[in-house]
């Protein structure tokens, strides 16, 4: 299976548009001569479509350069991730390999055969002076249809796609083709061939207007798991850490505005959500940890590392990843993930066990914030020995407070923006000083190993000593970042 990053841009135009020459647009030299392509396209879905509402995009097409089967994830007219895989004759479904990554968005449930789009493409080549393809500009004749209530449309779509370009070329198209009358395009073909069951299926939810804040939060986060479950699979490092952010955030949000719903339901799905970050957790500290350390050895000075330190850090590590990613893997397969999944939809989707007001969410983001400093306070003038630990605690209740005031950015603003800011910052303080404990511990067992073997450990007590005094600093700058978290006038809008 093959797997390629699109950047491209959509647009629509209307009766008696013609594609203006775009020499000059950012470096293109010459356009080449049209290539006519015949394309057909299968797309595939659950029953209520739910590859479609959430960014993916299924199909099986036949004709063109890359006919075959492609799972596109992202939305349409950014970067989306598509991934290919050849078809054969008789082929009805997706391959395991291809299924195994859209698991997450269908919830487990069967696709079948959703819209049929047919496209008469015109395509062209932005070529540089060298004749290197810079971009793709495709003009499409498209029909559309609906498999499920038979619903026919017809419209005319011109795409760009980059080839060896930059957004600066896109830019430059983009001003090129307004000037000649296109619009953009937000949608893509499929949606568009499925525009009316989409808009049905979106009327479905439910949504008191006091807790639309957090449930848009919570829908959001549910999203950004759906979204990175491909790249996560693959042991991508940005979609481990994002879908791990997306399970904290969901967490803290049903702890916070846990009255909202029937605890009967949203407690034991904090505990799976818990069990779904521990199964990315060793993976991103394995990514993490190793990058770490890496960077700080290749910060010493050559005549301080003695033996073969980087090495046996980045074999340990890699290790450690293979195992954490078969572990990953096994549980994005499982059942247990599905059901997971299906009950936070229940949950998110449906009525909620109360009506509550803005008041009502304002009051427990008060009480998020207020509980973050109180274990701060307390962890600063706890007993030495436990500083570590409770430190933990403090910056794991910030997380939860600056999830809950983020969920009220969008109606609070920059203020609310402003004291998100000063909370990552104590969060990232905390953050640092945590790293720094894990990371004298790994280095503490790399050292018994390497001594164990024979290995001059003169290294890892350097690297120690380094993480112990960059802890010290951590702790000097919490008061002054304490200070100013806490001030009156970042603080002020949360009484309103």
Sequence with gaps: MASVVERERKYSGG??????????????????????????????DTADLRLARSGFALRRRTGGHDAGWHLKVGAAGGDRTEYQFPAGADDADPPAELAALFRAASRGRPVAPAARITTRRIERRLLDEQGRALAEVAEDTVEGRDLVTGERQAWHEIEVELVDGDDRLLDAVDARLRDAGARPVPVSKS???????????????????????????????RDVLIANHPGARDGDEEAVHDMRVAVRRLRATLRTFRGLWDRRASEPLRTELRWLGGQLGPMRDAQVLAARLAEAVHAEPADLVLGPVAARIAERF??????????????????????????LDKLLEGQTARTVDARWVARRVRRAVARADDRLDRALDGPGEEEAVALHEARKAYKAARYAVEVRE??????????????????????????????????????????????????YGILHARQAAAADRDLRGLGRARDRARRRKVRRWLKG
């Design 15 to 44: 009766e008696g548009f013609r594609l203006p020459d775009l020499t000059g647009c950012g470096g293109v030299a010459t356009m080449s001569d049209a290539t006519a392509l015949d394309l057909d396209a299968v797309y595939l």
């Design 410 to 459: 969008p109606a609070a603003g920059k203020p609310a923006a402003a004291l998100g800011d000063r909370l990552k910052d104590l969060q990232d303080l905390l953050g640092a000083h945590q790293d720094s404990v894990v990371t004298r511990e790994v280095l503490r067992r790399q050292a018994l190993r390497a001594n164990a073997d024979g290995e001059n450990t003169f290294t």
């Design 318 to 343: 890699a290790a450690d990843e293979a195992t954490a990613l078969d572990g990953l893997r096994q549980a994005l397969d499982s059942d247990r993930y599905i059901d997971l999944l299906t009950r």
């Design 191 to 221: 949606h568009r061939a499925l525009a009316t069951r989409l808009a049905a299926a979106q009327l479905e939810r439910t949504t008191d207007p006091g807790a639309a804040p957090v449930l848009d939060y919570a829908r959001a986060q």
